[in-house]
């Protein structure tokens, strides 16, 4: 095992340190039973062990041990936080083979500060973790011959590696320490991954972290983590959630929703130049179409019919005239369309005329037809009874007024 718990620290595991934690439905009667072997001095009623096992756990809860006394209680809130950091440890690096996870004892008062949950054959089994210990070492070896003689079997947990080096122990504390090692022969005690001054440094970072206040008096700090410990949204998660791993799938998890949400948009950014380039295409199609022109054509000659020098001898003798000349023009055009072959969906500035036996240019071709049809109009059509003004002729001649047309 490596010298270094990785990660503990506060910006990389915040997210598990913030979130409450359930025990799964499925373990929770073995829970229960786990909870009464350990208890003491009093077993714990039915309705009680139910409490216990239904109810969320967060490591905000241990801000509560916090107090605004001299010394503020600090000692005893570290040893709290040790065992979510402790569970931290075991689901992340100890847990192996036939262990499912670890969490925190619901019942505070049991010998037994943490729990397994081990597979056992095809049976599942909870069992009691260590008893977690922080303080001088005289505690720790009373604390230690307690719990040796405990007939549950339970694990003592060094949680600074106090009891690690004898050199720094008294003679008296050396001796007590191998008279119990010698008693216990099977028995050890078990220290963390991660260096005391690691764990030190992690819990007074994650103080402030929650008070919001990098800086300045402890009390104030204390203070104000206690109130936000209160109020901070926590993520619900499972036991089993309390694990490195967690923090690795989940950053891998985002790293994924970052891709899909720059896939999108750069696919949303395709569809929106496709659609805009077949509307341009669409346009290109319309103008370019042979019908279109002809409608164009059309519009010419009601242009031309109106702008000629023609135009004026319609224009004095009557609007009629010349809405029944652009009325003829428009038949002429209409039946020339019909009988010349062109195709809606091609896109060609030409069409085929069968006649001529070449290509010809649609608007010329309308608008040519177009003249000659108004020519012939003006040509046939006999105009109604009017008196035309007298004029002179080019060779000087002056021509009388007289009457014209039809009645």
Request: aromatic residues 8%; charged residues 30%.
């Amino acid at each position: 095992m490596s010298d270094e718990l990785l990660p503990l620290k506060v910006d990389e595991v915040i997210t598990l340190f913030t979130s409450s934690y359930t025990i799964p439905i499925e373990y929770r009667e073995i829970v229960k039973k786990a909870i009464n072997r350990y208890a003491q001095p009093n077993k714990c009623s039915e309705e009680k062990l139910t409490e216990m096992v239904n109810k969320a756990m967060s490591p905000l809860d241990t801000f509560k041990y916090l107090t605004t006394n001299k010394n503020f209680n600090l000692n005893q809130w570290k040893g709290h936080l040790a065992e979510w950091i402790v569970c931290y440890e075991y689901n992340s690096r100890r847990n192996n083979g036939n262990v499912v996870f670890t969490f925190v004892n619901p019942d505070s008062s049991s010998k037994a500060d943490i729990l397994h949950i081990i597979k056992k054959g095809n049976n599942l089994e909870c069992i009691a973790g260590p008893d977690i210990k922080t303080g001088q070492p005289s505690y720790l070896l009373n604390q230690l011959e307690k719990v040796w003689a405990h007939e549950g079997n339970i694990p003592f947990f060094d949680y600074y590696g106090v009891l690690r080096d004898e050199k720094k122990l008294t003679n008296k504390q050396r001796e007590k320490l191998r008279n119990l090692k010698e008693k216990y022969p099977r028995k050890k005690i078990l220290i963390p991954s991660v260096s005391r001054l690691e764990v030190i440094r992690f819990s007074d970072k994650y103080l402030r972290r929650i008070a919001g206040q990098q800086r300045g008096p402890t009390s104030s700090a204390i203070k104000k983590a206690k109130a936000n410990a209160l109020t901070t949204t926590k993520t619900e998660r499972s036991w089993t959630a309390l694990n490195h791993n967690t923090l690795l799938q989940e950053a891998k998890r985002a790293m994924l929703l970052k891709e899909l949400k720059l896939l999108e948009i750069k696919q949303s950014k395709l569809i929106e130049d496709m659609v805009k380039r077949n509307e341009e295409r669409n346009r290109e199609l319309i103008e370019a179409s042979p019908k279109n022109k002809i409608l164009k054509g059309m519009s010419s000659l009601k242009e031309w019919a109106i702008n000629t020098p023609v135009a004026k001898f319609i224009q004095e003798n009557g609007e009629e005239i010349l809405t029944n000349i652009i009325i003829s023009i428009t038949q002429s055009v209409d039946k020339q369309r019909e009988s010349t072959y062109y195709d809606d969906d091609e896109d060609d500035d030409y069409d085929y005329d069968k006649r001529a036996g070449k290509e010809t240019n649609i608007d010329n071709y309308a608008i040519q037809q177009g003249e000659e049809d108004l020519e012939d109009q003006i040509m046939r059509s006999s105009p109604t009874e009017h008196e035309v003004r007298g004029y002179y002729r080019q060779d000087g001649t002056y021509v009388n007024s007289y009457t014209r047309g039809k009645n």
